[in-house]
Structures are given as C-alpha cells and as structure tokens.
C-alpha cells in the first residue's frame, strides 16, 4: 500500500505543474507544423498550370464552374467532367443552340473568339432566354470573383489557336490523339508505381536499376487507344531537342488502371522497358511518345514542342 501511495504521489507531482503552466491551454499539436512535400503519395506532383492553357482553364474554369448537376456534368455538350471530354465537345465541334441569325458553326472555332459560340454565350443572352453563361456558379466556384480574367483567359486561348493540353493544334473534324498520363513501375510490376520528384514531378527511377517499365495512357475521340498506329517513343536528355533521338516502339498491352495526369483513373494501353545503362547516374531524361489517329495522315507528338515546360517535365524520369 505504501509503494503505490508513492507512485500516486509522484504522478500528480508531475501533472500538477504542467496543469498550472497551462491553464485552460490546450497542448499545441505537434503535426500542425508539417508539411508535406509530395502530392498524391508521391505518384502525381502537379506544378502549377499555365491559366491561359486548357488544362488551366479546365483545372480553374470548366470543372468547379460549369461541370454541376445537371448542367454540364455530362447530361448535355459541352461535357466537362474531364480534360478530355471537355476538349473535344468544345474545339471545332457543332453548335447546338444558335442566335436567331444562325451565326455560329462551331462551339469553340481556333483564332476567331467572336465566331465562337461559347465566348458569346459567357457574354451575351443569344436569344434573349436563354440566359449568360454560367446560369448557375457553385459554392466552390470563384467565377464571380475572377469573371474579367476567366474570360480573358478563355479569349486569349481561343485567339491563339484552341490548342490542347498538350500543345496540338485542333484538326477539323477529327482531333488528334491526347495523353492521359504517363507512369513507371518497376521492372514486371504493375501494382507498385514508381515515386515521382517532389519538385520536378519526374519519376524517380531506383538507384541500381537495370530497367523500369514506362506506361503511357492514350485517349482519342474517335479510335481507341489499342487502334492507334505508329506507337513509338524517343528519350533525349535534352528536353527540347529530340532530333538525333532513336524511335523505340510502344507495346501494345491488356489495360492497367492507374492514376492519370489530373488525378483520376486511367487505363495505361501502351509500355516500353527502358535500359538505364544508357544514361548517368543524376541525369534526367525526356519522353515523347508519337501516335497516329487511323483517320488522320499526320503522326502526333506527345507532349509536343509548344507544351508547357511542366508537361514535359511530367514527361521525364531521373535515374538517381
């Protein structure tokens, strides 16, 4: 009894002088101060996006803004729930509802905003009941905080080109093929992808391996991605220069669904088994992947020359 008369006093002796130094305090949490550096466990590093872009605009415009029940969530075109579809219901695509004068042809028409119907439904009542563009603005959209630069944004785009996510210019009638992400795994896996840099968004190819495998996930509006032709990849340690780069082809293969690009579900159609003997210890090196749409004549360059920086950073590896 005395022995746990002093294990009592002892364990108060010891609480009550903390009580006392915090009064009413609560303790502070030792994890509010952490910060983590890897997005999505390391699988998908996102930089930030050019807001003139597509995928920009898609990231800051289209999805929060206009893909919300019952709107443009898929019920009807312009369909925004993805990149993708976003992109091929808009660009050189078929006006549904027109001015009385019938005026447009096109949703989105490249170089021309004011022949576009959707720059003229985010600014004027068409025919006078159907109302500006967005009808509704969700609670997470901050359109009505940054209307005059979302549509300067958009504008700005259309003036440009059209071009996609990618860089590629829109083909009439058809479009050319897009990417959906690219991924790496260790060598015969398909369950453990590969960590990507934290400030780069390159995959980070373990130190010692011989090889890794190399995923790509295609989407096109007309073909599946097991239909595509060419299929080849080139690797440069430049990441603009591809020029003396030799072609490797692309392998066909049952789906893997992994995480894409923007976060979401994708299937990966389409490897390649790299050597890292060729390459240095420390080097970084640059993908681009070349398909072809069987209804089109041209061959298409993934990311192309005019992407963005970070997508073809995203389209890198680092042999550490």
Known sequence: MIKYSIYFFLLISIILPACKDNPGKVPPNPFDEYKDSVVNGGQNPLPPLDPKSFAGMHQNIFKPTCANSGCHDGTFE???????????TLVLRAVIKNNPQNSFQYRVKPGDPAASVLWERLNTDIDGQSGIMPL??????????????YLNDIRDWIQNGAKDMF??????????PSMRGIIGFPAGNTTSPLDRDAGTGAILVPPGSASFDLWFSFADDNASPQDLQNNTVKFSASQNDFSGSPSQSLQIVSPVNQTGYFGDIVPYTHKVTVNMSAFANGSTIFARAYVKDPLLSNVTEIPAEGSAGYIKQYFSFKKQ
């Open 78 to 88: 312009p369909d925004f729930r993805t990149i993708e579809s976003s992109y091929n």
């Open 136 to 149: 509704v603005v969700d609670p997470g959209s901050d359109w009505d905080t940054k209307k005059s630069q």
């Open 167 to 176: 860089g590629n210019s829109p083909v009439s009638g058809n479009l050319q």
